[in-house]
RNA sequence: GCUCCGUUGGUGUAGUCCGGCCAAUCAUUUCGGCCUUUCGAGCCGAUGACCUGGGUUCAAAUCCCAGACGGAGCACCA
């Protein structure tokens, strides 16, 4: 009816002011995207970005941001984006192998192909190669300054005594941190930016640095001479040609930084974007891989895809599709406060994409056991989805006993309807078929209840967020497919794990 | 301590650059109503916000100043 008038009122405007309709329609086309537009997206040839995660585990809800919105902007500016994996860090942020491609399977989820993979491992030689260009231009030097030395000249606003080196020191120098001949510690190199610059977090920041823990890539096991992801990052995003880097606010000296590199190299820096921190509502378990790992590594949680966790393994394996994340994610846009995004918005999302193929079934959660009498039907046979009569009819066995939540019981001569079956009143211990029609619910006496047969169902295990819920479901649940999602009448949805012997496996997607 | 940045309903967001059409958009949440053999969907409706104080102006969410609150960086982490 709605879309009908709408109708009619465009048809209207068009026949008595066609020039304004295009005007309005072609606002309506601009509208379409959530997120702001691009800086100067107009003044490049190709909007090109990259997504540049630290493989140190698999991926939390958070981190859905990064492809959700750069993938995003691809689309919208017809653009192009690489995954760069910055993994320079072999100790304190050391990379997990497995974690390349569970972060690759995580974008995929999240409904995105990158354009290209790369890895920084892969690219030491590329990093060496700029710092000796960066140090013949004199804009690097050699320094043996301990941390906490250097950090006290630099809150000084003082230069350490390296800083003045000739070059032909600086590259023999540097030549032996690359060749290995330095302990971790020992010497760094370190970009000559202005040394009393009034932000004490830009003076001479280290461009490289001796790790002796081998990189656990064996293509990479040999270096012991890494660069830090100021200088790593701002050569590589050069090196691809990004015009575009969207990423968070903990890196927001960051450009300042890397602006001296580019400078002395004389291009030209990015369009930067900074968004602030994610925070989800509904978890008890703080977003961050590290305390997530601590947390399966201590047995609190079964895995990254415990329901409990804010993985994106986890609300996979709960059947919430990638596009009700990303969706969502958009929906944050792209300021630079920090943002609390409901998990509520994520399942409306989701609710709305699974609602009309989840199939409905019944499912009783601490089932208290009732008898019938009053000689009911011997099956029940409600629809598969109310909305969709053509999928069919379930066939619920009735037998001589059901299954009902227990704060379902009705009260003593009470009426209550048992769902796809009929009216029933509990007398005597036992819900008598009254056979009345369903005009006593539409009059607002009797509740509908979900039930299941109390001979034939199946055993059913449901995971949520709050741990595990026991319970049986009708028998067609034996006979569905793991991955199907499924609606369990009065309880929510849920997507079907797995049949084990014993019972069946259910992860609660929401309500 | 030094340096940046931010503050629109419960949550997120639009609007802020270029002041008026903003008694402020959209979504979600919450609460009602209708419908429905549903916790779902649909339809209708309601509640609910410009951090504070000054200033400029005919006019301020929007510009200026001060303050409060919040965040980030000052790592040989990313």
């Known amino acids: 009816m709605n879309a009908l008038s709408h109708e009619e009122?465009?048809?209207?405007i068009a026949e008595l002011a066609p020039d304004e309709l295009a005007e309005i329609e072609a606002e309506d086309e601009e509208d379409e995207?959530?997120?702001?537009?691009?800086?100067?997206?107009?003044?490049?040839?190709?909007?090109?970005?990259?997504?540049?995660?630290n493989p140190n585990g698999p991926w939390h809800v958070g981190h859905a941001r990064m492809p959700a919105v750069i993938g995003t902007y691809r689309e919208r500016y017809d653009g192009w984006f690489c995954v760069r994996f910055d993994d320079t860090d072999p100790e304190t942020k050391r990379p997990d192998l497995e974690a390349y491609d569970d972060i690759l399977d995580d974008i995929e989820y999240l409904g995105f192909e990158p354009d290209a993979v790369y890895r920084a491992s892969d690219r030491v030689e590329t990093y060496y190669e700029h710092a000796r260009e960066l140090i013949e231009l004199g804009g690097a030097y050699t320094c043996s300054c301990s941390g906490e030395t250097f950090s006290e000249l630099k809150n000084d606003g003082e230069a350490c005594p390296h800083r003045e080196k000739d070059v032909a020191t600086v590259q023999e120098e540097f030549e032996a941190m690359v060749e290995g001949e330095y302990d971790s510690g020992e010497m760094v190199l370190r970009v000559k930016t202005d040394i009393d610059h009034k932000n004490p977090a830009l003076r001479d920041f280290v461009a490289f640095r001796m790790i002796d823990t081998p990189h656990p890539r064996d293509v990479a096991s040999e270096y012991r001479c890494w660069p830090?992801?100021?200088?790593?990052s701002g050569i590589d995003d050069h090196l691809v040609g990004v015009t575009h880097i969207i990423r968070g606010i903990d890196l927001q000296d960051s450009a300042k930084k890397q602006r001296f590199v580019y400078d002395y190299f004389d291009w030209e820096y990015p369009e930067v974007v900074h968004w602030g921190h994610v925070q989800l509502d509904a978890y008890d378990v703080p977003m961050s891989t590290s305390s997530i790992k601590e947390l399966i590594d201590a047995g609190d949680l079964d895995g990254w895809d415990d329901p409990r966790a804010p993985t994106l393994a986890s609300l996979r394996r709960r059947g919430i599709r990638g596009d009700a994340i990303t969706d969502a994610m958009i929906g944050l846009g792209t300021s630079t406060s920090n943002v609390?995004?409901?998990?509520?918005?994520?399942y409306a999302n989701n609710?709305?994409?699974?609602?009309?193929?989840?199939?409905?079934?019944?499912?009783?959660?601490?089932?208290?056991?009732?008898?019938?009498?009053g000689s009911p039907p011997a099956e029940a046979n409600p629809p598969l989805h109310p909305d969709h009569e053509e999928r069919g009819d379930r066939a619920?066995?009735?037998g001589d006993a059901v299954l009902v939540e227990p704060a379902d019981v009705p009260d003593r001569e009470e009426r209550v309807w048992?769902?796809?079956?009929?009216c029933f009143q509990y007398t005597r211990d036992t819900l008598q078929y009254t056979g009345e029609s369903i005009d006593v619910v539409r009059e607002g006496d009797v509740d509908v209840i979900h039930w299941v047969p109390a001979d034939e169902n199946v055993p059913l295990r449901l995971r949520t967020m709050e741990g595990d819920v026991l319970g049986h479901a009708e028998p067609g649940v034996a006979a569905l497919d793991s991955d199907d999602t499924v609606q369990f009448v009065r309880v929510g949805f849920a997507r079907i794990d797995r049949h084990e012997d014993e019972e069946t496996v259910a992860y609660f997607t929401h309500p």
């Open 9 to 12: 009122r465009r048809d209207r």
């Open 33 to 53: 995207w959530d997120l702001p537009a691009l800086p100067n997206a107009e003044d490049v040839e190709e909007v090109r970005m990259r997504c540049a995660p």
């Open 228 to 232: 830090m992801l100021d200088f790593q």
């Open 340 to 346: 609390d995004l409901a998990m509520s918005s994520i």
């Open 351 to 373: 609710r709305e994409l699974i609602d009309d193929e989840s199939d409905r079934y019944f499912f009783v959660r601490d089932g208290t056991e009732i008898p019938l009498g």
């Open 396 to 398: 619920i066995p009735i």
């Open 418 to 422: 048992l769902k796809g079956l009929g």
